[in-house]
């Protein structure tokens, strides 16, 4: 089982001017992933999630890191800018793979700028803000997350054995 850890970034959730849905909609779909040892609410400000991002990452060890919100077109959006600036790697196939089923929904997909990428172990992924669409983005990649996380973990075997 793997240590996860949420983050929500929504100036109006951090206020307490808005519930969140998408943080806790996420945390049902990880039980068979792993626990929730962290979650927390922050404000669409770069440098507060650098360092959520660096701390869970560093201090708190945890594998997995997913982020809701924040990855649109609005003058607020700063998440992908926050999680390239801290992660040592992207891992691009898991927003393609994101992008590329939610297009077959919504061209609306082709908007967001979600990354996914690795911090020394851990492996930190931004998920659309919506409900609807953080739940439907997961569920694309979850089936992979287990072995990503085992290879990233050091506890995996090697891949091309398959």
């Known amino acids: 089982m793997y240590k996860i850890a949420i ?54 060890n945890v594998h997995l890191i997913l982020t809701t919100g924040g990855t649109g077109l ?5 998440t992908p800018e926050a999680t390239l600036a801290v992660i040592d790697r992207e891992v691009p196939g898991l927003a393609e793979a994101m992008r590329m089923e939610s297009l077959k929904k919504t061209n609306r997909a082709m908007l967001s700028r979600a990354v996914a990428g690795m911090r020394r172990s851990t492996l930190i992924i931004n998920l659309p803000g919506s409900v609807k669409a953080a739940r439907e983005c997961l569920e694309i990649i979850l ?20």
Not at 9 to 37: H, T
Not at 74 to 78: I, Q
């Open 7 to 60: 983050i929500t970034v929504s100036d109006k959730g951090a206020r307490g001017e808005r519930i969140d849905e998408s943080g806790p909609a996420i945390r049902e779909m990880l039980y068979s992933l792993g626990e929730v040892v962290s979650y927390r609410v922050v404000p669409d400000e770069p440098d507060i999630l650098k360092g959520s991002l660096i701390n869970l990452s560093d201090v708190e």
């Open 74 to 78: 609005g003058p607020r959006d700063n």
């Open 143 to 162: 089936p992979a997350l287990a072995h990503g996380l085992e290879i990233l973990s050091g506890a995996g075997g090697e891949c091309g054995l398959f």
